[in-house]
């Protein structure tokens, strides 16, 4: 049997325990439902956008807030964290009246403190002027200046948090999906994201994975604050993981695939999409360059082999490292197409995952290469090796 062949039987071996052992997160399932909370009175609410350099969208972003049909109070601060545009500018026109004027609160943030990251420096800044307006607030939504909510989002994600007893709700939005690179890469994204944080264990209370997505999150104030606050993750890159982990141990959470919120923030070209994921791969991997190494040899063996197995076995008469390599890219397709179906892709699309694959693996390389630069961790003109 061919060292090809062999590789592609482990694919197709581990392509089946994904199927059954992993939590079901293919079957990208994890919906956040409507409201069928009828409280006599709704919980008070205050809305957190971290903004740099966000004067293209922010404007849509703050007006869905503000648009939110929810029958409890609810106000939106907006820092601006030194933005070169005119983002405050943008987030002020989106108010209409007095009563948007009141409900809508914009500060200047202060000069980025040492040790923290700029977007959780802003966000600490948010908490404590929403602290100042609401400090009955009974949760915070952190949102980010891209991310356009349905007119119901607020409620769904408050019902969720009341019903079940949720500390944090989030739902990772809806990405931009029309470009060329973005239907290749966005729904990839997410299935990999899935497969990573299987959803199904984040949101079982007695599982200790905790993940959750940072342009959507519903935290409960009294609990992020017995947590240590934001502070206690203050330096942390993938700030949505480190907020799940955080909260966790003190309460339930709940991650979900979002269909009606979505982000504005488009990825037209390779290399858009190649720095959004190398700026934090490889602190996800923990700066570890075995651990990069582990992934690399995962990622070949998982979406490499089965189609190069498939065809050269095809093409050489090498007939079982065809029939392992098909079988392999058969159920990785399977597994990938709930997800392309979401992002609305055809079913063929599904056997692309391969070319997503490499490419991620590639910026996951580059990731690494980048910190021993001292350039990674870049974004908004700041860096963070």
């Known amino acids: 049997m061919s060292v090809l062949a062999l590789c592609a039987v482990l694919s197709l071996v581990v392509w089946a325990g994904i199927f059954l052992f992993r939590g079901g997160f293919w079957r990208a399932d994890q919906r956040l439902s409507d409201a069928s909370f009828h409280p006599s009175a709704w919980p008070e609410v205050v809305a957190v956008i971290p903004a740099r350099n966000e004067a293209d969208g ?4 703050v007006a869905s807030l503000l648009a939110q049909d929810y029958a409890g109070r609810f106000s939106v601060v907006v820092v601006d964290d030194n933005s070169a545009d005119d983002t405050a500018a943008a987030a002020r026109r989106a108010a209409h009246g007095a009563k948007d004027a009141d409900r809508l609160r914009i500060i200047s943030g202060a000069p980025l403190a040492e040790g923290w990251t700029g977007k959780l420096w802003a966000v600490n800044q948010g908490l404590a ?4 307006i609401a400090p009955a607030a009974r949760y915070v939504l952190l949102t980010d200046a891209d991310i356009v909510h349905a007119r ?16 944090l709700v989030s739902l990772m939005v809806k990405l931009r999906c029309v470009a060329f690179w973005e239907t290749v890469l966005i729904p990839a994204f997410v299935f990999f994201f899935q497969k990573l944080y299987p959803f199904p264990w984040v949101n079982h209370p007695d599982c200790p994975v905790a993940d959750a997505a940072g342009g959507c999150m519903l935290v409960r104030r009294d609990t992020l604050a017995a947590a240590g606050g934001i502070g206690a993750i ?3 890159l993938i700030d949505d993981c480190a907020l799940a982990a955080l ?9 979900g695939l979002a269909e009606k919120e979505i982000s ?3 990825y037209d070209r390779l290399d858009e999409v190649w720095n959004m994921v190398a700026r934090t791969a490889f602190e996800q991997l923990h700066r570890s360059w075995a651990a990069v190494t582990g992934t690399v040899f995962g990622m070949v063996v998982l979406y490499i082999v089965p189609p190069l197995a498939a065809l050269y076995g095809g093409a050489t008469g090498d007939g079982f490292a065809a029939l392992a390599g098909a079988g392999a890219w058969v159920l990785m397709a399977a ?3 709930p997800t392309a179906r979401l992002y609305g892709r055809p079913a063929w699309q599904a056997l692309t995952l391969p070319l997503a694959g490499l490419l991620y693996t590639a910026m996951t390389v580059d990731s690494g290469l980048r910190h021993r630069r001292g350039v990674g961790g870049g974004w908004k003109g700041r860096s963070y090796s």
Not at 58 to 61: D, V
Request: glycine share 10%.
């Open 58 to 61: 922010i404007g849509l972003a």
């Open 335 to 337: 597994a990938y197409r």
């Open 152 to 167: 119901d989002t607020l409620g769904r994600l408050v019902a969720k948090a009341e019903t079940e007893g949720r500390h």
């Open 247 to 255: 909260i966790k141990p003190s309460g339930s959470i709940w991650l």
């Open 234 to 236: 203050r330096n942390r």
């Open 264 to 266: 504005l923030r488009p």
């Open 129 to 132: 002027e929403a602290e100042r």
